[in-house]
T-cell receptor, first 111, second 115 residues
Framework: EDQVTQSPEALRLQEGESSSLNCSYT??????LFWYRQDPGKGPEFLFT???AGEEKEKERLKATLTKKESFLHITAPKPEDSATYLC????????????FGTGTQLKVEL | DAGVTQSPTHLIKTRGQHVTLRCSPI?????VSWYQQVLGQGPQFIFQ???????GRGNFPDRFSARQFPNYSSELNVNALLLGDSALYLC??????????????FGSGTQLSVL
């Protein structure tokens, strides 16, 4: 069965303390892997799309990487405004027009 | 530019009732997708439409139905509500014809509570 697992479930960082979030996937065929950010009471906000192993994307303090089994979202020198839930999703080859989301990592960055 | 708008923002229903949720996509976006998000979980795919044609359907019972109108807005209908239907219902739009999932723009959702 296709699965997307995110870890840790929750992460508390001090401002400036870099870390990584993990998204591991067990799927029959990967068409794309996506990262979204979700603030409380809001819908997810698109961050990155990754299509092939070795691919990397960057945006401000965030960097997403992809291997054949997992993706990492690296957060460098985070700020309190980076606090949010980070969701990983996959789209499968021949899997219809849907994204399968993980349960997310709730990140809190403190002063 | 206006983002994806959903109405209502909050809704309280009782078991057995039906509900209609509405979504207006970003101007120029022809694809609309619906997702259900239960508290503490990731969104779960319900439907996807492109230019009024159903492009995909998730693993939801027939009580769930949707349609897309000529102006690309969309409705999600749920009949015979169950307590377990309580969730945040998210609508997302996309301008991409080949792969609407390449980048989804989500609305803030409709919070449905079934009592």
């Amino acid at each position: 069965e296709d699965q997307v697992t995110q870890s840790p479930e929750a992460l508390r960082l001090q401002e400036g303390e870099s870390s990584s979030l993990n998204c591991s996937y067990t799927v029959s065929g990967l068409r794309g892997l996506f990262w979204y950010r979700q603030d409380p009471g809001k819908g997810p906000e698109f961050l990155f799309t990754l299509y092939s192993a070795g691919e990397e994307k960057e945006k401000e303090r965030l960097k997403a990487t992809l291997t054949k089994k997992e993706s990492f979202l690296h957060i460098t020198a985070p700020k309190p405004e980076d606090s949010a839930t980070y969701l990983c999703a996959v789209q499968l080859t021949g899997g219809g027009n849907k994204l399968t989301f993980g349960t997310g990592t709730q990140l809190k960055v403190e002063l | 530019d206006a983002g994806v708008t959903q109405s209502p923002t909050h809704l309280i229903k009782t078991r057995g009732q039906h509900v209609t949720l509405r979504c207006s996509p970003i101007s120029g976006h022809k694809s609309v997708s619906w997702y259900q998000q239960v508290l503490g979980q990731g969104p779960q795919f319900i439907f996807q439409y492109y230019e009024k044609e159903e492009r995909g359907r998730g693993n939801f019972p027939d009580r769930f139905s949707a349609r897309q109108f000529p102006n690309y807005s969309s409705e999600l209908n749920v009949n015979a509500l169950l307590l377990g239907d309580s969730a945040l219902y998210l609508c997302a739009s996309s301008p991409n014809r080949e792969n609407p999932n390449e980048k989804l723009f989500f609305g803030s959702g409709t919070q449905l509570s079934v009592l």
